[in-house]
């Protein structure tokens, strides 16, 4: 079995690439060329074919040929043509995006490079033809430079599509090595455009809640791991998105990125996205095992792959002593403040919502229609997680059942149902949470007393007061 041969190059008029892929020798019939229509990390349709300006086959004598769609994201290839050439434009700057200029290439594979349907197990070679070798590349797809050329190798597509890569005359960077049960495990910061702030701070506080959460789970997946950072001085943007090995984390402007609040949503999403690396990216719902990029993929347990992550990325933080008490107490406030001013909530589920953001998960959406997965996920976290510790006396967390699924579902990477992931929280809590699971997961209840209760075990008082317009603010305060 051969591998797809792809290069790449900056378009020259334009914030686009060029790609060009040579496809193994078929078995002689027509085919089909995919590409993915969503990305991991954000379960919406993504539609990326919006922003494939040409596509086209390739004859033997060079000449193009005009393709037909099957549908939007589909193409029916003559048996004859194995080259096909495309042109992606490369102009939206997020954690789960692609993006060109003269000084940076930065891109996520799932929104532009494609795929032969029934072949998905075929490996890549991607050929970087107009970045120099001097430059950085930051990646967790394996890479040599051949002929002054960075060529990267992918095992298979499902690998391609988690590994994004940025390339840039200049890149911030740094490595720390954390030991876990089994081995010792490298990890690479990189940053491009500002320098991350407080730089020594942020790296010990990397260093700090890597080893806290492997401290948990006893293994981390991979022997290695990227946390890629974009920070433009210039763009208003925030977000971050998990994969396997890597995580990409965009923050701007500079005067947000070197503020108090910058340094702190930095190491806030950094935490997350690691947590994500056991929590989504192995232990991973069965309707998302594997991806499957031809279509909507439904699940309703964004509550355990977001609002778990939410909650954990943020006590982790705490446990690791990168943030005091108090910090993690104004975490819980915004999260509840979202959650007390969301009516939604008691209109769909948070298993519902989950469900539906294909639909309109990312938008504010119809007023009151639905919930947020991170924030009703974090606050069901929350609640099992002090309800565990209650019933065992102080024995079990949610920690704990969090290190059970790793053992058992992620590692051999065994899709997880909801039966499963409840079972093994009554499991550890050593008694039924049937009351959490249907008011809060499945149903539209109320939890403020059950949150106050829940503080309360943590010696926390939780209060709330409602202005004329009847926003509610929740305080956190010690007993
Ligand atoms: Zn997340």
Request: proline share 12%; charged share 25%; net charge positive.
């Given at each position: 079995m051969g591998v797809i041969s792809v290069s790449v190059r900056k378009s020259t008029n334009a914030p686009s690439l060029e790609f060009e892929a040579v496809f193994p020798s078929s078995s002689g019939s027509d085919w089909q060329l995919q590409l993915p229509c969503w990305r991991p990390?954000?379960?919406?349709?993504?539609?990326?074919?919006?922003?494939?300006t040409k596509m086209v086959g390739i004859n033997d004598d060079g000449s193009e040929v005009k393709l037909e769609k099957l549908n939007h994201h589909r193409w029916q290839i003559p048996e004859n043509i194995r080259t096909m050439r495309w042109t992606f434009y490369a102009n939206i700057l997020n954690g789960g995006s692609t993006y060109v200029r003269d000084d940076l290439q930065y891109v996520n594979p799932v929104n532009c490079l494609v795929y032969e349907v029934g072949a998905e197990d075929v490996g890549y070679e991607i050929c970087l033809?107009?970045?120099?070798?001097?430059w950085k590349l930051a990646t967790a797809l394996p890479y040599s430079v051949v002929d002054g050329n960075f060529v990267m190798k992918a095992r298979d597509m499902q690998h391609l599509m988690d590994c994004p890569w940025m390339a840039a005359p200049e890149l911030w960077n740094a490595e720390y090595k954390v030991v876990d049960e089994e081995k010792e495990v490298d990890f690479y910061v990189w940053s491009y455009g500002?320098?991350?702030?407080?730089a020594q701070k942020f790296v010990e506080d990397h260093i700090a809640f890597s080893k806290s959460q492997i401290a948990y789970f006893?293994?981390?997946?991979?022997p290695f791991y990227h946390f890629l950072y974009l920070l433009p001085p210039e763009i208003e943007v925030r977000h971050g998105v998990e994969h396997e090995d890597s995580t990409v984390i965009v923050l701007g402007p500079e005067n947000i990125i070197n503020s108090d609040y910058g340094y702190d949503e930095l190491i806030s999403i950094g935490s997350h996205e690691l947590y994500h690396a056991w929590n989504?990216?192995?232990?991973?719902p069965s309707e998302w095992t594997p991806y499957d990029f031809t279509k909507a993929c439904p699940s309703q347990l964004g509550y355990i792959a977001e609002g778990v992550t939410t909650y954990m990325g943020d006590l982790f933080l705490f446990e690791a002593g990168c943030i005091d008490l108090e910090n993690w107490c104004s975490k819980m406030e915004v999260l509840l403040t979202r959650h007390l001013n969301n009516q939604g909530r008691l209109n769909m589920s948070v298993a519902d919502s989950s469900y539906d953001t294909w639909l309109d998960g990312y938008r504010p959406g119809v007023p009151g229609r639905k919930c947020s997965i991170y924030v009703e996920g974090a606050v069901l976290a929350f609640l099992c997680d002090c309800r565990i510790m209650k019933v065992s006396g102080h024995k079990q967390s949610l920690s704990t059942a969090m290190t059970i699924l790793w053992d058992r579902f992620g590692k051999s990477r065994k899709g997880l149902t909801a039966e499963e992931y409840w079972g093994v929280l009554e499991e550890v809590a050593g008694e039924s949470l049937n009351d959490l699971r249907t008011k809060y997961a499945y149903g539209i209840a109320d939890s403020w007393n059950d949150l106050v209760e829940a503080m309360d075990f943590k010696g926390l008082k939780l209060e709330k007061s409602s202005d004329e317009k009847g926003f509610v603010t929740p305080k956190i305060s010690e007993l």
């Open positions: 990390g954000r379960y919406e349709l993504g539609n990326f074919a919006q922003y494939i033809c107009d970045v120099p070798s001097e500002c320098k991350p702030p407080n006893r293994t981390f997946p991979t989504v990216k192995r232990i991973r």
